[in-house]
């Protein structure tokens, strides 16, 4: 009887709140969705010689992050061969979109063009990301066409891929960083995330905790889905 | 004097940073029978302790490259790292000139704020950074039209061989497009439009049997 009189209930509820039942059974899913959404590829750029701090940072912001259901993968480039670029343009001229160099990139490509989030992590050398993160911007040619457009009132070249990920730079400071060294890197990666139809979606130090990463990957997730 | 100069670009003695540094060359060592220079060409990596070595030696310096995304190229950068490692103890001088492909010298400007701090970090002189836009395609063109171009390297190097610094009025020159005006935009549309802004791209696509291709997305799932 008690089972009886439950389900009478529950089929008198859903009755006059079916509207509001499919659109919690959908907002679910939806959210679902939302976590499942963000595809996250992390260059870490630290040379082998460098910080083994800044190694374990990355390693614990993953920790979270696939705690929150992020797809999460990180590329160590110190293990990879991976050439400099050599300014042929073949990969404009000659094999459109395809780089010329037969190295370890190529199987790396399809993780930074094809995620939601790009994440350029780096101690700063000389002021800068280090030069395994600077081959693979320049590497990143082939992303784009040679075929010039008019951005911003500027020139940049057009489009080869439908989407393109959002950037992310996680950088460890030097012992002689002032901030001004920092606006310029923020500044250059605002350019670059131009060039690459994209844009630098956050810009954090090692100074500053993990979670606040998180955070920034949370608001990214809220903007892309609302 | 003596002048070290680091060619930073990956194409080496195929470059454009090389005819603008020959150029540079000839009217630096043209005024004083004393100037010399030595040129290292960044893109041999496995001669980076030659490299960082001739640095150690040097006073003078000039460094050159094609800017790639919108900084140094990774060359140049592995070049950097290194020297910021070494202790360094004379007083040197270092001079930069940054040239691109894009007519608008703006996507240059903000490596040249890079350049001076990383001077300043090295503890040496900045002299300044020369920047030139709108030099890709010089290869294709034919000589008249570069003459202005080359004729100003020159100079700057005659400026720069009797008193170790640029020319102000040279490098504002060489620098004064900072972004494209209406009429240059609008120019660039119409030519867009007719398919004339696409020629340079589509005629080597074309030789190379890769027009049909050019559109192609090899890393996309």
Redesign the interface.
């Known amino acids: 009887m008690d089972s009886f009189c439950f389900n009478l209930i529950t089929w008198f509820w859903f009755f006059h709140n079916g509207e509001k039942v499919i659109l919690s059974v959908f907002l679910y899913f939806r959210i679902l969705f939302i976590v499942q959404y963000m595809n996250i590829t992390i260059l870490n750029g630290n040379p082998s010689d460098h910080s083994f701090l800044f190694d374990k940072y990355l390693d614990e912001l993953i920790i979270i992050m696939k705690d929150k259901s992020f797809k999460t993968r990180k590329v160590n480039l110190r293990d990879h061969k991976i050439n400099?670029?050599?300014?042929?343009w073949n990969c404009?001229?000659?094999?459109?979109?395809?780089c010329v160099h037969n190295d370890d990139l190529q199987a790396i490509?399809?993780a930074?063009?094809?995620c939601n989030l790009l994440i350029f992590a780096s101690p700063l050398?000389?002021?800068?990301p280090?030069?395994l993160i600077?081959?693979v911007?320049?590497r990143?040619?082939?992303?784009v066409?040679?075929?010039?457009?008019?951005i911003q009132?500027?020139?940049h070249h057009k489009k080869?891929?439908?989407e393109y990920p959002k950037l992310g730079l996680i950088l460890e400071k030097e012992n002689?960083t002032k901030q001004?060294?920092l606006d310029?890197?923020k500044?250059?990666y605002k350019?670059?995330a131009i060039?690459f139809h994209s844009e630098l979606a956050f810009f954090k130090t090692t100074e500053e905790k993990q979670e606040e990463i998180v955070n920034e990957i949370n608001n990214i997730q809220r903007v892309a889905t609302t | 004097m003596k002048l070290t100069i680091y060619n930073g670009s990956p194409r080496r003695k195929k470059s454009n940073s090389k005819i603008l540094t020959d150029q540079f060359i000839q009217g630096y060592t043209k005024t004083m029978d004393q100037n010399s220079y030595e040129l290292h060409y960044l893109a041999e990596t496995n001669k980076n302790s030659e490299h960082i070595e001739a640095f150690q030696n040097a006073e003078n310096i000039l460094i050159i490259f094609p800017l790639y995304t919108d900084s140094m190229p990774g060359i140049v950068k592995y070049f950097f790292e290194s020297l910021h490692k070494i202790p360094n103890e004379n007083n040197k001088k270092i001079g930069f000139i940054v040239q691109s492909g894009f007519p608008e010298v703006k996507h240059s400007t903000y490596v040249e704020r890079y350049l001076k701090r990383f001077t300043e970090k090295l503890g040496a002189d900045y002299l300044g950074a020369v920047i030139k836009g709108g030099v890709e395609g010089i290869q294709a063109r034919p000589a008249w039209a570069s003459r202005k171009l080359f004729h100003a390297f020159y100079n700057l190097g005659v400026y720069f061989g009797e008193n170790n610094a640029f020319n102000n009025e040279i490098k504002n020159n060489l620098g004064k497009m900072h972004q494209l005006g209406r009429f240059r935009i609008n120019m660039f549309r119409f030519i867009s439009a007719l398919g004339i802004a696409d020629y340079y791209w589509n005629k080597q696509l074309k030789d190379n049997n890769a027009k049909n291709k050019c559109y192609d997305q090899p890393y996309w799932n």
């Open positions: 400099f670029c050599i300014g042929c404009w001229t000659k094999t459109p979109g395809r490509y399809p930074m063009i094809n050398l000389a002021g800068f280090s030069s600077k081959k911007n320049d990143m040619v082939p992303f066409l040679p075929y010039i457009e008019i009132k500027e020139c080869r891929y439908p002689d001004e060294d310029i890197v500044d250059i350019r670059l060039n």
